[in-house]
């Protein structure tokens, strides 16, 4: 690749050195805005696709309630959430989380951090980012932000879009703890959902990290978002392995539901904790071989 003054050197793709680096006017820190990073983001049309899902979903849920009727049974033999999921709009909310937490949630995390280094590879555009010049380690950085605000924003949306559908298509009542007559009073029901969102974000933290390994390690955006989600699925599996005992706290999905303590009438945060302590220490071991990656890597697209 060459320009009126000859060719552009590997420190020039790096952001390191070449002409535009000892401009007087360069400034490293004004290079790739994060507005301008989440204007490209949101114009993606994965991007769109991904709120559509999860803010149809309640409507689904919704709908095939409705059609199929009020879940019945004995809470002894079938899940909690659902037996109580249409007692209330913060009950539906609770059993969509319950519903869409172990894989949508996932998915449409993984999507939005490991596709944003990755695409950029694959349209063969990395290589111009760098030569602008972007420092690798800011252009890491101004990614993983905007990939991480647009996925909390997801995750986010999936239970208030499930409580507005709730408040329609239930109404409104106090939030029942499942397998038990107890209702939560209005004001704590409210706190120990933005307590479970909270927790979900924390938990999610591991597949957005992982995600994004693995996009600067690939050019292919499924592969990157195809791998994380299939390494959280190994990890349900290997969950399921009762013989493992207690060594299956250390995988990342163990703790992926720990939030229902949340649900019960004494909030118990044991698991949470554990949870989160897990994926946060997983998220900074995999964003470190991010950079590390990222760093040493010969981008050629």
């Known amino acids: 690749m060459t320009d009126r003054e000859g060719p552009v050197t590997q ?8 002409r535009a680096a000892e401009d007087p006017a360069y400034r490293r820190r004004r290079t790739l ?22 803010l149809a979903l309640p409507w689904v849920l919704a709908a095939a309630f409705k059609i199929g009727g009020s879940p019945s049974g004995d809470a002894a033999n079938t899940p909690g959430l659902v037996t109580v999921a249409t007692a209330g709009a913060l009950n539906f909310t609770a059993f969509t989380l319950f519903a869409s937490s172990g894989f949508l949630l996932v998915v449409a995390v993984a999507l939005f951090c490991g596709d944003t280094v990755a695409s950029e590879a694959g349209w063969a555009s990395l290589r111009y980012l ?10 890491l950085r101004q990614k993983l932000i905007v990939a991480l605000a647009y996925a909390a924003l997801a ?9 507005i559908t709730g408040i329609y298509v239930f109404g409104w009542a106090r939030l029942r703890v499942p ?5 939560l009073p209005n004001g704590t029901a409210l706190t120990r959902l933005l307590i479970i969102v909270a927790y979900i974000l924390a938990s999610e933290l591991v597949v957005a990290a992982l995600a994004f390994l693995l996009s600067v ?9 195809g791998g994380a989600v299939g390494l959280v699925i190994l990890s349900n599996i290997i969950d399921a392995v009762t013989a493992l005992g207690h060594w299956r706290e250390f995988l990342p999905t163990h703790w992926t539901f720990a939030w ?9 945060w044991t698991g949470m904790i554990k949870g989160t302590a897990l994926s946060a220490s997983y998220a900074i071991v995999f ?10 890597k010969d981008v050629v697209s």
């Open 260 to 268: 229902t303590d949340a649900l019960q009438p004494h909030l118990e």
């Open 155 to 163: 995750v986010v949306s999936l239970p208030a879009m499930a409580m």
């Open 130 to 139: 760098l030569a602008a010049p972007v420092p690798r380690v800011r252009l």
């Open 33 to 54: 805005p994060l507005r301008v990073e989440a204007v490209r983001q949101l114009r993606r049309r994965r991007t769109w696709i991904a709120f559509l899902v999860l």
């Open 287 to 296: 964003l470190a071989l991010a950079v590390r990656r990222f760093r040493s």
């Open 217 to 225: 390690t690939t050019d292919s955006p499924l592969g990157a978002v």
């Open 179 to 183: 397998g038990g007559d107890v209702a």
């Open 11 to 18: 420190e020039a793709l790096d952001g390191r050195g070449g």
